[in-house]
């Protein structure tokens, strides 16, 4: 079993609605990720928090507005999405990359919510 | 800047054979480090395996073993006796310390997608 877990699993939306992502991990990680992921392409960096804070915005439409209440707590809020946002959305912890001793430190990545935007 | 090329897209093979996904990077960076990820149909990514650039040991573990070369910059994943079960799309991903504030960035390759048949 994933030591990540998101909410839900499948999300079908339209295009005026508003509704969360939601991750939650226990590891004790300090760093969290989004990641959006089409079909068949490799994952793609949106957001990082290190400290509950965000660090990192790869330039991310404002539709997407990711929120980390707590260390263990992870949210991304969707609004007035585009059908071409449809996607897995993956989110990922690990320890926060900043010194030499945790360069090698792995992500840990959740199942995924796969979202569909009608 | 730095790339992943996994130039394997789909590879098929028979129960119990062998087979060798390849993975080549390109980085300036003379510290960085190497992952291997798994993603099965389920979507979640699982952590297979790390390896830094100063630390050329092969590595085998179970059925699995890798092979990295920093002579001609790869970083390539053999399976041995495949099983069903290894079915999935896999990843490689590069990280780079050049930045400390872009360290928390995975560069991944387009994956590969090995089917593995009765």
């Known amino acids: 079993d994933t030591e990540v877990t998101q909410t839900p699993k499948h999300l079908v939306m339209g295009m005026t609605n508003k509704k969360s992502l939601k991750c939650e991990q226990h590891?004790?990680?300090?760093?969290m990720y989004w990641y959006k992921q089409k079909a068949k392409k490799p994952p793609e960096l949106m957001f990082v928090y290190s400290y509950e804070k965000l660090s990192i915005n790869e330039s991310v439409p404002s539709r997407f507005s990711p929120e980390c209440p707590n260390s263990s707590l992870l949210n991304l809020h969707l609004h007035a999405l585009q059908p071409e946002d449809s996607a897995l959305y993956l989110c990922a912890s690990s320890q926060v990359i900043s010194t030499k001793a945790s360069y090698n430190s792995p992500l840990h990545f959740g199942n995924g919510t796969r979202l569909t935007v009608t | 800047a730095q790339k992943v090329t996994q130039a394997q897209t789909e590879i098929s093979v028979v129960e119990k054979e062998d087979v060798t996904l390849d993975c080549v990077y390109e980085t300036r960076d003379t510290t960085y480090y190497l992952f291997w990820y798994k993603q099965p149909p389920s979507g979640e990514l699982v952590f297979l395996i790390r390896?830094?650039?100063?630390?050329?040991q092969n590595e085998i573990s179970g059925r699995y073993s890798w092979n990295f070369q920093k002579s001609t910059s790869s970083f390539n994943f053999t399976i041995t006796a495949s099983q069903v079960v290894d079915s999935a799309v896999y990843f490689c991903?590069?990280?780079?310390?050049?930045?400390?504030?872009?360290?928390?960035?995975?560069?991944f390759g387009t994956g590969t997608r090995l089917q593995v048949m009765l």
């Open positions: 991903a590069l990280r780079t310390t050049l930045n400390t504030g872009t360290a928390s960035k995975l560069t």
């Open positions: 590891m004790g990680h300090r760093a």
């Open positions: 390896r830094n650039s100063f630390d050329e």
